[in-house]
């Protein structure tokens, strides 16, 4: 548990690391702040709490068995994702949906899988 939680908070440092920063800074449209996210419904927190958690799961577990891949596998994915949904949020919602619906994997698994496909 204890390794878990120290590549979760190495994570962040791994993915903006060099040029990656501004890779993954490019685009914060769609973002959340907290006090956003704290007017919203609750439903809406615990969707989005569940998916952060998920995904820095997903990341941690990428970064323990490939550290050196980690942060260019990652950058990759982002950039085919906003390729594929031009940083708007409800094509990228139509895109997640399509890659989740009929598939009993890992939410965030599928979408980090077919990112570049």
């Known amino acids: 548990m204890l390794a878990r939680r120290v590549l979760l908070a ?3 440092a791994i993915l903006l690391s060099g ?3 501004s890779a993954l800074q490019e ?3 769609f973002w959340f702040r907290g006090t956003q996210l704290m007017e919203a419904p609750r439903a809406v927190r615990l969707g989005y709490a569940a998916g952060a958690h ?3 799961s997903l990341l941690a ?3 323990a068995a490939s550290p050196e891949d980690a942060a260019a596998l990652v950058t990759e994915a982002v950039h085919c994702m906003r390729q594929k949904t031009a940083g708007s949020l409800g094509k990228f919602t139509d895109w997640a949906e399509s890659v ?3 598939r009993h994997s890992s ?6 899988a077919q990112a570049c496909r």
Do not use: E, F, G, K
């Not at 939410?107 to 980090?112: D, F, G, K, Y």
């Open 10 to 12: 190495t994570v962040p």
């Open 19 to 21: 040029a990656q920063a």
């Open 27 to 29: 685009d914060t449209a």
């Open 54 to 56: 998920d995904m820095l």
């Open 61 to 63: 577990d990428i970064a």
């Open 100 to 102: 989740w619906r009929n």
């Open 107 to 112: 939410a965030a698994r599928l979408l980090l």
